[in-house]
């Protein structure tokens, strides 16, 4: 058990790999679809090149980790306002307690 930190193994989770390999894929697929675009140049050269299709998908993937992220950033700020106004309605709290301990005269027994 790690309680306070203690016999906590120092294990890092990097989850960034998986973003940068679809970074590197979009790029790849669009030097390709550049390339191929550049190469044909008849009417039909689009069935000629199904890398055209790949780079589609990343960027709807790509699209897809922006939408997640922006999802994830919008709970993160929804959760911290909560917490706020949580720790606001303890402290109102604590003050109420304070003024019926005065109230009732509790410290004088």
């Known amino acids: 058990m790690g309680f306070f930190g203690f016999g906590k193994k120092k294990k ?3 989850l960034t790999e998986n973003y940068k390999r679809q970074l590197e894929r979009a790029e790849q697929a669009r030097a390709s679809q550049k390339n191929s675009s550049a190469s044909g140049t008849g ?3 689009f069935f000629d090149s199904p890398a055209a ?3 589609s998908e990343t960027e709807v ?3 897809s980790t922006e939408e997640k992220r922006k999802r994830l950033a919008k709970r993160i700020i929804e959760m911290t ?3 706020e106004d949580i720790g606001n309605q303890i402290y109102h709290l604590q003050q109420r307690l304070e003024v019926l301990e ?3 005269d509790v410290n004088r027994i």
């Open 12 to 14: 890092v989770l990097d």
């Open 43 to 45: 009417p039909f050269s």
């Open 53 to 55: 299709n790949d780079s």
């Open 61 to 63: 993937d790509l699209s």
């Open 81 to 83: 306002e909560k917490m």
């Open 102 to 104: 005065r109230k009732f």
